[in-house]
C-alpha cells in the first residue's frame, strides 16, 4: 500500500488544512521536534488512503509532539504565536489563529511526562499520554496534494 495519497486537502473536509498544516510543519521542523497529526484529522487520513472520503470535517486539527522539557513546549507556543496563533486560555495546548478559524490541540509526550501525564498547571489541566511514544514509533508518513 502506498503512502502517497492522489488527494487534496479538501476531500479532507476541513477548512484550511493545508495553511495551518504548513505552519505546524515549518515550525516543528525547524525545532527539530518530531510530531505526527492525532485525532479526526489523522483519521480522515486513513480513510483517504483507503480510498474513502470523510463524512464529517473538523476545525480541530490535533498534533501529538516528542519533547524532553516544558521549557520546549514553550518555545513551540512561542514560535506559533510568531505565526499568527494565540494561546486559548481554559486549555493550555490549544491555540487558535483567527485568519484560518482553526483550533489546533499541541499535545507534548515523551521525557516531559511524569507517570504518563503532563501537569500544564495545578489549576487547570492534566494530560494523560499513555501510548502516544509507542504510536510515533509505527508512524506512517503520507504525502498528500
Known sequence: MSNALNK???EL????????FNIIDQ???????PYYLVGVSAVALNLLRDGIKPSRGTKD?????????MKEFEQV?????????????????????????TAIDILP?????ENDTINFNERYTDLHLLGFKEVLQ?????AIE
Open 27 to 33: 515550525v516543528l521542523v525547524k525545532l527539530e521536534i
Open 109 to 113: 509526550f515523551g521525557q516531559i511526562e
Open 61 to 69: 486539527i490535533d498534533f501529538a509532539i516528542m519533547i524532553s522539557a
Open 77 to 101: 507556543i512561542k514560535e506559533l504565536e510568531s505565526e499568527g496563533f494565540n494561546k486559548v486560555e481554559e486549555a493550555p495546548f490549544t491555540l487558535y489563529h483567527s485568519k484560518y478559524n
Open 8 to 10: 487534496t486537502y479538501k
Open 13 to 20: 473536509a476541513i477548512p484550511y488544512f493545508n495553511e495551518v
Open 138 to 142: 509505527h508512524a506512517i508518513p503520507i
